[in-house]
């Protein structure tokens, strides 16, 4: 079993950079891959970023390549969601989210309560 605790959403404005977090408990940890997802209003829940387990190879989607960065920190049990130049379309609730199998983008397990990030003009 594992609980995930996500935080860090705010109101922020275009171009500004927010890192989000994650913190899970259990033991296991370490051998969850992990990733973010987000909804937007109006959308449904779409995969954001995510970090392998083992290998830690990270893979994103189209829209945030190049702006945000996940990774992950196994003695914290925590996983970060840096994200930067966000644009107004990334407003959304963000979800943490830890899967059991290797990859993350088609398969989760656990979620986390989500956080809102709001980007203004």
């Known amino acids: 079993q594992v609980q995930l605790v996500d935080s860090g959403g705010r109101l922020v404005q275009a171009g500004g950079s927010l890192r989000l977090s994650c913190a899970a408990s259990?033991?296991?940890?370490?051998?969850?891959?992990m990733g973010w997802f987000r909804q937007r209003p109006g959308k449904e829940r779409e995969f954001v970023a995510g970090?392998?387990?083992?290998?830690?190879?990270?893979d994103y989607a189209d829209s945030v390549k190049g702006r945000f960065a996940i990774f992950r920190d196994d003695a914290k049990n925590t996983v970060y969601l840096q994200m930067n130049s966000l644009k107004l379309e990334d407003t959304a609730v963000y979800y943490c989210a830890a899967a059991s199998t290797t990859t993350i983008r088609n398969y989760v397990d656990y979620w986390g309560q989500g956080t809102q990030v709001t980007v203004s003009s």
């Open positions: 970090v392998t387990w083992p290998g830690r190879i990270t």
């Open positions: 259990g033991r296991t940890f370490s051998s969850y891959a």
